[in-house]
């Protein structure tokens, strides 16, 4: 296998790790929905589309890195 390939797939279970303890410690603390202010609705949404559009911009980067388009 080439290094390429390993740094990819450690790259990956890293990332994968790291999500799921991002994801759990924020998950306890969170509101439902139905009891967020519009103030608190609106961050969220931020933060969500924010994250979204760094998943476009890492999907990019990549596919320029290891295709060389």
Not at 1 to 23: N, R
Not at 34 to 51: D, H, N, V, Y
């Amino acid at each position: 296998m080439s290094d390429w390939v390993v740094g990819y797939i450690m790259g990956m279970a890293a990332g994968i790790a790291a999500g799921f303890a991002i994801g759990l410690a924020a998950g306890k603390k969170q509101k439902p929905w139905s009891e967020l202010t519009e103030q608190e609705k609106r961050i969220r949404k931020l933060l969500i589309g924010a994250g979204v559009a760094l998943l476009v911009l890492g999907v990019i980067v990549f596919a320029l890195l290891a295709f060389g388009l």
